[in-house]
């Protein structure tokens, strides 16, 4: 059986991971939090899954690299050093970064992405998101896969496109450009919603999450593909078939 290591065993993820390793067929190889060594477990999983937080990645990123051992990323808030330093592991190790590890989000951002190609630049893109009180990276890592499925549907990448919050005598919207909202709160688990605002008509795409089961599920399927695959990076898409 694949033997999987958490990184942020302790935390909400980690430990809602932990609880249905099991069930879906896996073991769980040990945890990894602030005080541990991550060598130790990237040498002993067979593959590793991170729920931890942005500040950390770069130390399990390592391990993981060094001990040969293919990753999920899950953790958000990553810079663009980060997302290149995952480009460069992807060459030695198999390694899937996602915002977002549910079937929902992955399927919602193959559909923002067409109504984005379909609609034209009259039709305004907002993209709204809500967490819990504890979250601590702003807009979620979800609102930004959202946000460049929105923007490859448009042939362009998020950040020449992407506007964030709006304060003060901001003047009025650019056309084409894709805002984003973010709200905390209480015990949300993740909402988002992208709108398409048109003249006379509003489209609105959304998903709710209910339980984080969805992306423990979704980070163990994940865990258990990636396992068999050859070094790359990879994508939630690619482990649903969508
Ligand atoms: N991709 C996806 O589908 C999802 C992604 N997430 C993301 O996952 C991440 C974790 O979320 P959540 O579980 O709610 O966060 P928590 O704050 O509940 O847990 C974070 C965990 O990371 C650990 N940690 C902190 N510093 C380090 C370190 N230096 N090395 C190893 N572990 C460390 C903490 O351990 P300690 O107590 O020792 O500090 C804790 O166990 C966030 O970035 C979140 O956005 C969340 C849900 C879904
Ligand atoms: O921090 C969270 O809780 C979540 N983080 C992910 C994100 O940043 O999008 C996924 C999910 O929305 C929950």
Redesign the pocket.
């Known amino acids: 059986m694949t033997a999987i290591g958490i990184?942020?065993?302790?935390?909400?993820?980690?430990r809602a991971i932990a609880q249905l390793i099991e069930d879906e067929g896996a073991t769980l190889a040990g945890g990894?939090?602030?005080?541990?060594d991550?060598t130790v477990l990237a040498r002993s999983a067979d593959v590793l899954v991170d729920?931890?937080?942005?500040?950390?990645l770069d130390?399990?990123l390592a391990a993981a690299r060094a001990a040969g051992t293919p990753i999920v990323i899950?953790?958000?808030?990553l810079s663009p050093a980060q997302h290149a330093a995952i480009d460069a592991a992807a060459a030695d190790i198999a390694v899937l970064q996602?915002?977002?590890?549910?079937l929902g989000i992955t399927l919602l951002a193959n559909l923002v992405r067409e109504a984005a190609a379909r609609l034209g630049t009259d039709w305004d893109i907002e993209i709204t998101e809500m967490h819990h009180r504890?979250?601590v990276?702003a807009p979620?890592?979800t609102a930004l896969l959202l946000g460049e499925a929105a923007a490859a549907g448009r042939g362009h990448s998020l950040s020449e496109l992407r506007v964030d919050g709006r304060a003060g005598l901001v003047g009025a919207r650019t056309e084409g450009t894709i805002g984003m909202g973010a709200l905390r709160g209480g015990s949300v688990i993740?909402d988002h919603e992208v709108i398409f605002a048109g003249e006379g008509e509003r489209l609105t795409l959304g998903h709710f999450a209910q339980d984080?089961t969805i992306?423990a599920r979704?980070?163990v399927r994940a865990a258990l593909w990636l396992a068999g695959q050859a070094p790359g990076r990879y994508r939630m898409g690619d482990v649903l078939g969508l």
Not at 7 to 14: K, L, P, T
Not at 74 to 77: I, K, Q, R, S
Not at 98 to 102: K, L, M, V
């Open positions: 990184y942020g065993s302790a935390g909400r993820m980690g990894c939090d602030s005080h541990d991550p729920f931890s937080i942005a500040g950390a130390s399990h899950g953790t958000t808030g996602t915002g977002n590890t549910s504890h979250k990276d979620s890592g993740g984080r992306f979704g980070a």
